[in-house]
């Protein structure tokens, strides 16, 4: 700061009243300070003088890197804590870093708040964090514990994807669940109350929010005397590992099977996945669990909520008539 006072001219004082954005200096003053500070490439600590008055604006996001889903909300995430006022520091689970760890180097760091996106951690940690810190759960809802929440409603959705199947005349519909992952217990619930309205058997396979589930559930079904003509996966990724298996198998899809994602990740629109799925609109997702987590620092008398968002069936490549068997 002296350096930079000196190159202008004015005093340090001065210089000071600039970077806090403070009245006291001309606009010529102003533009003399930026433009010496520019020249020299010093930047104010902002951080240092956010904790000096005890905040720091930074909402943590714990995100898995694997999961495009995730990617596609942080892209979200960024320009609506911009907009606030709020910095981001992203924190990643993986093997060995479990969600724990990626939270304590987020709060370590002085974030005011994190954002766990498709969180699977047991309900007493979560809990437990509610009460340390403003928290806010995105794709999975948390019952009983103190902290927000913002998903879509799988009932919805599920119910959607099942009726179109229905509607192009399948009566074997397949669902590969999403194991422990967020919100598989909601869409198994769906899968199964839509297939009762109509009228239809259900079946489950176990299965995990990716390819390699995906992969292993078409090989098991693959090897039974009688293929379904539908399935509808926990998630996009799963679906791709599904099409990969079928495709290997010497399977068309959709001539002869069906299949149907959940999220609509970015890899989706791509033309040689073209995968129907039930739409989650990430960047509405995004902005909700921001603001929710703002409102509740600027506001700490405000309780958590929960917001639910509806999704949309996206039709595109993959689902078409049951072959005639």
Do not use: W
Request: glycine share 8%; aromatic share 4%; charged share 25%.
């Amino acid at each position: 700061m002296v350096d930079v006072a000196a190159k202008a001219g004015v005093s340090r004082a001065l210089v000071s009243l600039v970077f806090r954005n403070q009245p006291g200096a001309s606009e010529a003053t102003r533009q003399r300070v930026l433009a010496a500070a520019d020249e020299l490439g010093y930047r104010p600590d902002n951080a240092a003088r956010l904790l000096a008055r005890g905040r720091s604006r930074t909402l943590g996001v714990v995100l898995t890197v694997h999961q495009p889903f995730d990617a596609d909300l942080v892209e979200g995430i960024y320009p609506e804590a911009e907009r606030l006022g709020y910095d981001v520091l992203l924190s990643a689970t993986a093997p060995g870093r479990d969600e724990s760890k990626a939270v304590e180097a987020l709060l370590s760091h002085r974030c005011e708040s994190v954002i766990l996106l498709g969180s699977q951690s047991e309900q007493a940690y979560l809990a437990e964090l509610g009460r340390r810190t403003v928290a806010v759960s995105v794709g999975r809802r948390v019952p009983g514990a103190h902290l927000d929440s913002v998903h879509t409603a799988d009932t919805v959705g599920v119910r959607q994807a099942v009726d179109h199947l229905a509607e192009l005349g399948h009566r074997e519909i397949v669902h590969v669940d999403g194991g422990k992952g967020p919100g598989a217990p909601d869409r198994r619930r769906a899968y199964r109350g839509a297939m009762r309205r109509h009228k239809l058997p259900a079946r489950v396979l176990p299965g995990a929010y990716s390819e390699e589930a995906g992969m292993a559930a078409a090989r098991q079904l693959l090897s039974e005397d009688r293929l379904p003509t539908a399935v509808l996966a926990g998630n996009d990724r799963c679906a791709v590992g599904l099409m990969h298996a079928f495709a290997t198998a010497g399977l068309d899809v959709p001539k002869d099977i069906s299949v149907v994602g959940y999220d609509d990740n970015h890899l989706s629109h791509l033309s040689y996945i073209d995968l129907t799925t039930v739409r989650q609109d990430a960047n509405r997702i995004a902005e909700q669990a921001v603001r929710q987590a703002v409102a509740r620092l600027e506001d700490e008398t405000l309780e958590p909520r929960e917001t639910v968002l509806d999704p949309k069936l996206v039709v595109r490549g993959t689902t078409g008539p049951p072959a005639v068997r």
